[in-house]
């Protein structure tokens, strides 16, 4: 089952665009050393059947001359939140092992979170409440 919903949450997290560039999305702890901003960052997590678990995924954008960081950040920020309606949003799993939805977490869908340890990269965390049901 984790295989599965990792491969929703890879293909949910890796189809967003900036500047009709794809947007890299990568699970936490998994970024290549040579991955180029703006990119995704995500967790995969596996709670009990029919139980709601929290998953956070952050954007991730390096302050460079030319572009500004903040307006990538926002428009890509703004792109999730049309992608995740009021109502949730539903994940088909793969060979039919059944659904995931994720649902906007009210107390902090999105915030800005910038890198504590870096100045130049801009971040935004997302907070979604994942509900797993079995086929």
């Known amino acids: ?13 890796g189809g967003f665009r900036y500047a009709s560039a794809a947007v890299p999305a990568y699970e936490i702890g998994n970024v290549p050393d040579n991955a180029a901003m703006p990119y995704i960052t995500y967790e995969v997590g596996a709670g009990a059947i029919l139980s709601a678990g929290f ?4 954007v991730w954008v390096k302050r460079a ?3 500004d960081a903040q307006v ?14 009021e109502a949730g949003l539903r994940l088909d799993l793969a060979n039919d ?3 995931v939805t994720l649902e906007r977490n ?6 800005y979170y910038d890198d504590p340890t870096d100045t130049s990269v801009l971040g ?12």
């Open 1 to 13: 089952m984790i295989s599965a919903m990792h491969a929703a949450l890879q293909a949910f997290w």
């Open 106 to 111: 009210g107390a902090g869908f999105l915030q």
């Open 72 to 85: 990538v950040r926002a428009t890509i920020l703004d792109s999730i939140a049309a992608a995740i309606p």
């Open 55 to 58: 998953l956070t995924a952050f």
């Open 124 to 135: 935004g965390r997302v907070s979604v409440e994942a509900h797993y049901y079995p086929a």
């Open 97 to 99: 092992a059944g659904m």
């Open 65 to 67: 001359s030319g572009y």
